[in-house]
């Protein structure tokens, strides 16, 4: 259930509905997360020559031509990128691994958001679309918010029709491995939570969310890679219409995946989450397909558990496992 709003959002709307991962491999990208999401395979397409599209790296024409794909889902599209081999941002942030790259919101028109926001960012990328009507700018938002933000203009009608034509592949349709299709958070590692907490909520327009402390680790009974820990983080939650953005900040001395990644990647999306009908179970069957357990535990009331998955190696990021317990 997303927020209130109480103020206009910095970038005219707080609808986060999109979120991109870069890619080496996009045919075999496309295939992992076909089935994660129980969708058909999608047919990865080239973007248009510079003449149609327009790129501008950080200012500068550059004849980039990226491989992109997409998913639908019940919340937010997914958005797979293969850069190109010449000078692009997302050739750039590939070079760092492939993994979490940006979240989008569309906007009425690109040039009177940039010149009515509050706070000023540089371009990092532009360009057109084609053949459809519209455009894109990505600002460089990473030391403030952890990541890239995409602007979109639509030119005419948006649709829900898949952007991505498929490649007739259904072996996964309607089967997503988690039972669900449906990613409910992202989440960002950051050194100060309360900071980030007040950029975020100020971006989105919303009331600042509360910050709440580790609980009793008599409660939560985590484990870290199968050691007890006390995981000491603080820790809070903002929602939008589509997906929850949960913001934590671990404690340095106290052994958690938060804090490992943290020290390891600094400030950046650490996982997606997905709320299924049994953690164990879905723990499981990734562990049985090579996918290990991080960390696990009880929430901080004790009324539902976790589990962070290994899933690095094929999607990227971490996926972490909801589970409320039925009263």
């Known amino acids: 259930m997303s927020q209130p709003l109480v103020k206009k959002p910095l970038l005219g709307t707080n609808d986060i509905n999109q979120v991109c991962f870069v890619v080496k491999d996009i045919e075999k990208a496309s295939v992992s997360w076909a089935k994660l999401l129980g969708d058909v395979v999608p047919e990865p397409f ?31 599209q997914i958005e797979l990128v293969e850069p190109d081999t010449v000078p692009n941002l997302m050739r750039e942030c590939l070079e760092k691994g492939e993994g979490y790259n940006h979240f989008a919101v569309d906007v009425d028109k690109i040039s009177e958001t940039l010149e009515t926001m509050e706070e000023k960012y540089t371009v990092a990328q532009s360009g057109e679309f084609h053949p459809d009507s519209g455009r894109y700018a990505f600002l460089d938002t990473r030391e403030k918010y952890k990541t890239l933000i995409e602007l979109l ?3 005419g009608p948006k649709t829900d029709e898949p952007l991505s034509p498929a490649t007739g592949d259904s072996q996964f349709a309607g089967k997503p491995l988690l039972g669900t299709n449906k990613i409910a958070q992202l989440c960002f590692v950051v050194k100060d939570v309360e900071e980030a907490r007040d950029a975020f909520c100020n971006m989105l327009g919303v009331e600042r969310s509360t910050i709440l402390e ?10 870290f890679k199968g050691e007890p820990t006390d995981a000491i983080n603080r820790f ?10 949960e913001l934590v900040e671990p404690d340095t001395n106290s052994p958690s995946t938060w804090q490992e990644y943290l020290g390891k990647y600094g400030e950046s999306a650490h996982h997606i989450a997905f709320w299924v009908d049994s953690v164990d179970e879905k723990k499981a069957l990734l562990n049985e397909v090579g996918f290990p357990t991080i960390q696990e535990g009880l929430f901080f009331d004790g009324g539902g558990q976790y589990a962070y998955m290994d899933t690095t190696s094929e999607y990227g990021i971490i996926i972490e496992l909801l589970e409320l317990f039925k009263k």
Do not use: C
């Open 46 to 76: 080239v973007t248009a020559p510079q003449e149609f599209s327009q790129v501008k790296y950080y200012g500068e024409a550059t004849p980039a031509r990226n491989k992109l794909a997409f998913f639908n889902t019940p919340g937010v």
């Open 236 to 245: 809070t939650f903002i929602d939008t219409p589509r997906i929850q953005i």
């Open 214 to 223: 580790s609980p009793d680790p008599e409660i939560v009974k985590v484990k």
């Open 153 to 155: 203009e639509f030119g």
